[in-house]
């Protein structure tokens, strides 16, 4: 399929997937023979799951999770019991992948010793017998929303949050919704990707940390509500943003076929202009697919949302398009300069880039280049840039 100008290899995506998760029953050979030899070997799905990714891969000291509790749900002998440790996070729930979530307010944040039988789904800890959550707070996607605590926001490094990731979700369900179905409504080819590699998006609400998505802990997106105007347009932005790493990480998991220098390369090496300081090459090699991701859905959400759009929202989703047509132009101009740093795969896919950008801003450019974004942060921020650009007013 084509995502603006990029040619998107979906069984290269398929083939990648089966390498992650053959990659994992590597990884969890190494880690513990005996819990090895006790999983289901032939299930793909549980080794392409966050949770493994996270105990696999995450080198953060302090693990939350035993590779146990991770694991339980893709035991060969389900209807046998099981004695193991089991964590609740500061919700009281404990995740069990495979299984679903098991609720006990009085266990907050505690390992307890527990007991199951994974055929059964009921988890016995020491003061009773639990059921798993009905699924009270689920959608109506292939991926699922978390209401339990991941271990990627629960770490040291990680800013607190101002409140749980149900409470957020909560919150955000009919915006949510909405988002989900204008994607999969008008942008099906891109949602088929999203599909495809997407496993869990969790929704968080942190006054230190930015969305998004790690190899560590592939196929979850995590999307920060903090400060931001939680509509369905917020939504699209950051769903596809996320999501969209998740499937450039998949779509080159062969690095070194489009790159010739290490992933890890700082991009300031390379270049001499500021901005750059904490960038890696690779980093800013999948701002270009994230933009391209963020655009087309922007897009295709102002072409059929355009006649109904009150003006002010119609400046906001022009000013949005603007926002992310600077950075995408900022960041291709470095490239452009540095361009020995592709392969042949990787220069193709990088003039594929340059064309996306151009197909967008000849859209959208005799209206967005009108715009200063001088006074937006990292992220893009809606009452500052009505507030900078309210003098703009022929946007119609």
Known sequence: MKLLDIVIDEKLLRDNKQTLADINKS??????????????FDNDEFFLDPSLFCYLLDKAPNKRLTLQQVCLGNRLAADQRIDLPIFFD??????????????????????????????????????????PL???????????FPVYLPEMLSREDKAPLRELPM???AGARGQLEEALDFLSSHTAGFYSLLELVTREVTVFNSPDQ????????????????????QDALFFIDDLSHQCGHIIFNTLTLQTEEYLTLPKTTPLAELLTVPGHSNRTLYGAFHGLFTYSC???CL????????????????????????????????????FYKIQQVFTTKGLELFWQFINSYRSVHAMFGQYTDRYSYANQPYTFDESLFLELNAFVNDYQ
């Not at 050979?29 to 289901?40: G, P, T």
């Not at 190899?215 to 931001?228: P, Q, Y």
Request: charged fraction near 20%; hydrophobic fraction near 40%.
């Open 27 to 40: 990884l969890l050979f190494e880690q513990d023979q005996h819990i090895y030899e006790e999983v289901d």
């Open 90 to 131: 500061e919700g009281g729930i404990a995740h069990l992948p495979g299984l679903g979530e098991f609720f006990a307010p009085e266990l907050r944040g505690r390992i307890v010793s527990a007991s199951m039988i994974p055929k059964e789904r009921r988890l016995l800890v020491p003061h009773g017998m639990l059921e």
């Open 134 to 144: 009905p699924g009270c707070l689920s959608f109506n996607t292939k991926w699922s």
């Open 167 to 169: 409470q957020t979700l």
């Open 210 to 229: 930015n969305s998004f998505a790690a190899i560590t802990s592939h196929g979850a997106a995590f999307l920060n509500t903090e400060n931001k105007q």
């Open 294 to 296: 963020i655009l087309h």
């Open 299 to 334: 897009s295709a959400y102002f072409n059929h949302k355009n006649p109904s759009l009150s003006p002010e929202k119609k400046m906001v989703v022009l000013g949005r398009l603007g926002f992310y047509l600077v950075k995408f132009m900022v960041d291709l101009d470095s």
